[in-house]
């Protein structure tokens, strides 16, 4: 087929994502239904035909997230930390609170200021507390140590607590503390204790951020991975030498893809934790605990943790029976399974599809030159060789993994000549360093098997005769 470029670089590629996946067009257009309408979709098919493209694509069609998950302190039941979600604009808009009254030196009683350093105890001036002397007697402000002994009397200090009658007649505990721009802030006891618990809101640890990515990926039976974890602390969480049990919660994949997609790969390896993923599938939220029963996290818990996504999984059909029936139900309940095509028709469309897929993964890359229409030409041909090996029928394959390994290999070897371009040489050479060890036996030997053997000296029993 003659191609109608000179190279892949003049090929435009398209600005939509679902349109880089090529000759998936029925997955392609439930991918886009599920991105509209928060659909789950099971995609059944070979490796390499393009499941984890498609859950890419699909999640770069969604808006991005709007709230950031978090767990607080909780100073009653450390053991219990408190969920904290917040929008965008509540953090935005988060400013930081301030409690009591800031005054001057000169507005608070002389003793005050006296024993924070900010007035001299001889004549009354007021200064800087961080001169140690009196910029107008010249006297020192703070007292000189009796025998060379320092103590907390000789020095100057950070709050002074003072009694002052209320208007019934009551009295209250009054805080005057020194700021940072050397001024004075005074508190009441209500003003004390409420600046507590706010700071100990401020003990905060973020676990799913706001500007994060609408893709997550999960490979592998990994319960830690996927629902979550408390980490283990040696000390028990004690309040001193230990680290808080807030500080140890760690987000699950579920968690992470709240608001975005989860991208279940291989879904018949989860085996029994196919059943805690159903209930953050119907419940939509999913507490944290330690999964280690001997671990000081089990005891922590962190309840009705956001999870809303769209589940995306994968898996080949020979193991659709081992996906939960349950599971399974509440996809098809709530979403589709599609079956993805392992090849399409030798047309000159789809022909400009693999060229355009070439161009892709060339621009993926970043590393390798752009390929001749006389390379793409000879990539065709594999592709062609690759479906009549695979599928037993004419076409053009779209078992493109192995077409992308190809494409770079060859991109590799014209990089190494310092060519301008991929050109049909660099692909026949790719062909063939590409090659499997099985099949670079078959060229070698007529008997592979044995062969293979002989080369790594395995001998018979009978005697010395290499088998």
Known sequence: MRMEFQSTAEIVLPKDPLEWVIGQENAVRIARICASQKRHILLVGAPGTGKSMVARALSSLLPKPKCELSVLHNPARPEKPTLSVRSGEMLKNEKPKEFGTVLLPGEVPEF??????????????????????????????????????????????????????????????????????????????????????????????????????????VVGNNETELLGDVRHDPYGGHPEIGMQPYMRVVAGAVHEAHEGVLFVDEMATLGETQRFLLTAMQEKKFSITGRNPNSAGAAVRVENVPCDFILVGAMNINDLGKLSPALRSRIRGSGYEVLLNTNMEDTPENCAKVAQFVAQEIKGDGKIPHASSAAVDEILEESRRICRAADGKKGLTLRFRNLSGLIRLAGDLAKSEKAELIEKVHVRSAVQFAKSAEEQLEDKYENPWSAGMADFGVRSRKGSETV
């Open 112 to 217: 005050v200021s006296e024993q924070l350093g900010m007035r001299c105890r001889r004549c009354g001036g007021l200064s800087h507390s961080r001169i140690p002397s009196c910029p107008h007697c010249g006297a020192d402000k703070v007292r000189r140590p009796i025998l060379g002994l320092a103590g907390p009397e000789h020095a100057h200090r950070n709050f002074v607590e003072a009694v002052r009658m209320r208007k019934d007649g009551s009295e209250e505990m009054i805080i005057y503390e020194r700021t940072d721009d050397d001024r004075i802030r005074m508190l009441t006891e209500k003003e004390l204790k409420d600046r507590k618990d706010y700071e100990a809101k401020l003990m905060r640890k973020v676990i799913v951020p706001l500007n994060r990515s609408t893709f997550v990926q």
